[in-house]
């Protein structure tokens, strides 16, 4: 009876190993085929760049091919559901931003997917910086001048953004709350047409981007007043952040990040969240993101999941307050 006891006892044993065997192996072997990063949106500036910069990086230091593919259409919605629905083994990523997991769960009816329960997150990878912009004709040199001037002139001065409910606009929002003011919200077919208004003095000003508005401060034709940032931004040194003015304002959500499927095995999570940290850190890449307007920012699948849930908070929050409404 004992030996047949250990015999069954080693059978048991070598059964549950055979169980494991295979997720072990897939661990210590991926990746073993080429991954493949979803970017829901045009090749161009932004989140396409960012994830082209770090799939190079990856592809080095994992000796194995990870290219970017874009599968646009339905602001961000097509790609981004591509990656929800595939298989979740690490091969298929996603390089999604606040416009495909924040903005959606309120402004969006119908939403293909959701941004919390069918992704894994793996890691943020940047924040993208951005400003207050003026036309130079303002008579106004700081943000302290902008809103006295605004309670002189109510419902005279006005800013662009890329559309109703964009995280452009509800920065106007936020300014107007945080500020006693009253700026006319002018929305317009994009982030260029919106600054393109702020150039041609349709509108006093914009909230947008850093990188979308330094080639114009630059040349001259507009005023960056401050950067909607908690801190300084090493990039503009002499340039305030607007909390030293507004301290409580707090922009919406503007990361970019990394999400697989849901229920990414968790070894092959670390795997990515490791390559992708490690790719981000690198001096070469945070000096080009300087340059280009982003913050690196990358984080563990933990506090990225934290973000996420923060962000779609506080933005319902926002988007509430200012009575947008649902498309």
Same mark, same amino acid.
Do not use: D, N, R
């Given at each position: 009876m004992a030996f047949q006891s250990i015999i069954f006892r080693w059978m048991g044993f070598a059964f549950f190993a055979l169980l494991s065997f295979p997720f072990t192996l897939v661990a210590q072997t991926f990746p073993n085929k080429t991954i493949q990063i979803i970017v829901p949106f045009p090749p161009g500036p932004g989140v396409d760049v960012v994830a082209r910069m770090i799939a190079t990086k990856m592809s080095q230091s994992m000796g194995q091919s990870v290219v970017v593919d874009n599968k646009v259409g339905a602001n961000g919605a097509i790609g981004s559901e591509f990656v929800a629905r595939a298989t979740p083994d690490g091969y298929t990523l996603l390089a999604g931003t606040a416009s495909t997991h924040v903005s959606p769960v309120h402004l969006t009816k119908n939403l293909p997917y959701d941004p919390v329960k069918n992704f894994t997150p793996i890691t943020a990878s940047v924040e993208l910086a951005t400003c207050l912009v003026i036309n130079v004709n303002l008579p106004v040199n700081n943000v302290k001048e902008l809103v006295d001037y605004a309670k002189k002139n109510p419902k005279k001065l006005s800013y662009s953004s890329s559309g109703i409910g964009s995280v452009l606009h509800l920065m106007g929002e936020l300014f107007n709350q945080n500020s006693g003011t009253d700026l006319l919200h002018v929305p317009y077919k994009g982030v260029a047409p919106a600054m393109t208004a702020v150039l041609g003095a349709e509108v006093d000003?914009?909230?947008?981007?850093?990188?979308n508005?330094?080639?114009?401060?630059?040349?001259?034709? *507009?005023?960056?007043?401050? *950067?909607?940032?908690p801190a300084r931004y090493a990039g503009l040194p002499d340039v305030p952040s607007i909390r030293e003015t507004l301290s409580n304002y707090q922009k919406p959500a503007t990361?970019?990040?990394f999400f697989g499927p849901a229920n990414l095995p968790p070894d092959v999570l670390d795997r990515l969240n490791k390559e992708m940290v490690n790719a981000l850190n690198a001096p070469d890449i945070k000096s080009k993101f300087t340059e280009m307007g982003f913050i690196s920012a990358p984080q563990t699948p933990a506090q990225f999941a934290k973000l996420l849930s923060t962000g779609i908070d506080e933005f319902g929050r926002v988007v509430k307050s200012s009575g947008i409404k649902p498309e």
């Open positions: 000003m914009a909230f947008t981007s850093l990188s508005a330094l080639p114009h401060a630059k040349s001259g034709k *507009v005023k960056i007043l401050a *950067v909607l940032e990361w970019f990040g």
